[in-house]
């Protein structure tokens, strides 16, 4: 899962230098193959459930599951989530973040950081001996006390030979209750945050999850390891 993890981090990390305006999603996409493919990895989304593409990409008010598309170029002001799986030697590697392209409003910036900052509360939770409520608990206490909304739809999961396993993480809860953490479990921990209300809808292609108030929305995750000390992010360089 190490080296799983690895792609997905080096995949973030090229998508970093080259999203700017003017640039397709499919061109991002695109990209993200072809340095997955060079690492001997293999795309996990593509194909899963019949999902058409490599990754996920989401502008804006689109939160997960966005399609890449030669028609949507990124602007300046926009946020580009991006959410990415990879496949190596039977294991999974699951990440993902938002991007601020260009200048972007005050607001727009406060959610990304702020959404990034539960995705590291959540973490710091997630140690041998705890539940996996207390992780729920810090997510949703992190991101409500700077007054966003967390999503309630979509939820962290075990991850490993598949990309979805249990358990179910939600980013909403109370602490003290759930699975107890052991050594050895590995999760996607993924907090989803809105700038307005917490519901969402798909769009009609099936697949894209959007907020149903058209609020802006963000996105982190990292896959992770429970250890017998602290807890060991997978999917960073």
Aim: proline share 4%.
């Amino acid at each position: 899962m190490r080296q799983a993890g690895r792609i997905v981090a080096e995949v973030l990390a090229l998508m970093r230098e080259v999203a700017r305006p003017g640039v397709t999603t499919v061109e991002l996409d695109r990209a993200a193959a072809e340095l997955i493919q060079r690492r001997g990895g293999r795309p996990t989304f593509k194909g899963y459930h019949g999902y058409p593409a490599n990754i996920c990409t989401m502008i804006n008010h689109e939160l997960v599951h966005g399609i890449p598309s030669s028609q949507r170029r990124l602007k300046d002001g926009d946020i580009l989530s991006l959410d990415v799986g990879v496949t190596y030697k039977g294991y999974v590697g699951d990440a993902g973040s938002t991007l601020a392209i260009g200048e972007v409003s005050p607001r727009a910036r406060q959610l990304i950081e702020v959404t990034e900052g539960s995705l590291y509360a959540g973490i710091a939770q997630a140690r041998a001996g705890h539940r996996a409520g207390d992780i729920s608990a810090a997510v949703q206490q992190y991101v409500e006390s700077r007054g966003f909304s967390i999503i309630r739809e979509y939820t962290g999961h075990g991850v490993g030979r598949q990309m979805h396993e249990e358990p179910q993480v939600p980013n909403f809860g109370r602490a003290g209750r759930g699975l107890v953490l052991k050594p050895g479990l590995t999760l996607a921990l993924e907090p989803m945050v809105s700038a307005g209300d917490w519901r969402t809808r798909v769009l009609e292609d099936g697949w894209t999850v959007v907020t149903a108030d058209g609020s802006l929305s963000a996105y982190f995750e990292h896959s992770i390891a429970i250890t017998e000390s602290d807890p060991e992010i997978l999917t960073k360089l």
